[in-house]
């Protein structure tokens, strides 16, 4: 059974970077029907998605957080990983990392499954 | 601000019937595939519906997809306490390039 677990800081300081991996266990992160991806949600708030990675590194990004993201592919640890830069408290969320599968190769016909349990980020001095 | 629409809340008796609806546009809904999450209170999102309208193992058939046009709806039939969770409505959008959620709804069983 697929499984993923987020880890990394829970606390980041403001115009520093947020850094979090999602470690994939029971299965392999280098298949080929699968992309991988990060999500995040504000206390209270709704799902916004940040990103999805392929593992050949090939990357789509939120419009409007591309400026700041970077995500990357570890295959030899069967981890993805997510940076984020110059964070202010609206950054402040938990972050979930999800399997992006569904139709090979058509994004169109994709979703998120499963999930990892999410891990809460603040952001404060 | 998200592009795909729902109601912030429903609230129906239990065993009765509830439906939320999902507001998008040509280059989400009306092109691609429509998902529902739902999200117990303090969990992770789980999907629910699948490909407008398909249930992935483990779900209940007291859930069911549809899609027409540009809107979808999630329907829940024979409400149960356990159903009190936030769902998402979500698709790939083709012309932000990426995956957008719904503004989410809140569902409580009276």
């Known amino acids: 059974q697929l499984q993923l677990q987020e880890s990394g800081p829970g606390l980041v300081k403001p115009s520093e970077t947020l850094s979090l991996t999602c470690t994939v266990s029971?299965?392999?992160?280098?298949?080929?029907?699968?992309?991988w991806g990060w999500i995040r949600q504000p206390p209270g708030k709704g799902l916004e998605w940040i990103g999805s990675?392929?593992?050949?590194?090939?990357?789509y990004y939120n419009p409007s957080l591309k400026s700041r993201v970077t995500i990357s592919v570890d295959t030899s640890k069967n981890q993805f990983s997510l940076k984020l830069s110059s964070v202010t408290a609206a950054d402040t969320a938990v972050y979930y990392c999800?399997?992006?599968?569904?139709?090979?190769?058509?994004?169109?016909?994709?979703?998120?499954?499963?999930w990892g349990q999410g891990t809460l980020v603040t952001v404060s001095s | 601000q998200s592009v795909l629409t729902q109601p912030p809340s429903v609230s129906e008796a239990p065993r009765q019937r509830v439906t939320i609806s999902c507001s998008g546009s040509?280059?989400?809904?009306?092109?691609?595939?429509v998902n529902w999450y739902q999200q117990l209170p303090g969990k992770a999102p789980k999907l629910l519906i699948y490909?407008?309208?398909l249930l992935p193992s483990g779900v209940s058939d007291r859930f069911s997809g549809s899609k027409s046009g540009t809107s979808a709806s999630l329907a829940i039939s024979g409400l149960q306490s356990e159903d009190e969770a936030d769902y998402y409505c979500?698709?790939?959008?083709?012309?932000?390039?990426?995956?957008?959620f719904g503004t989410g709804t809140k569902v409580t069983v009276l």
């Open positions: 029971g299965g392999s992160i280098s298949s080929s029907s699968y992309y």
């Open positions: 979500a698709a790939w959008d083709d012309s932000l390039n990426g995956y957008v």
């Open positions: 990675i392929y593992y050949s590194g090939s990357t």
């Open positions: 040509s280059s989400n809904i009306g092109n691609n595939a």
């Open positions: 490909y407008d309208d």
């Open positions: 999800a399997r992006f599968g569904g139709a090979e190769g058509i994004f169109g016909v994709k979703w998120f499954d499963p």
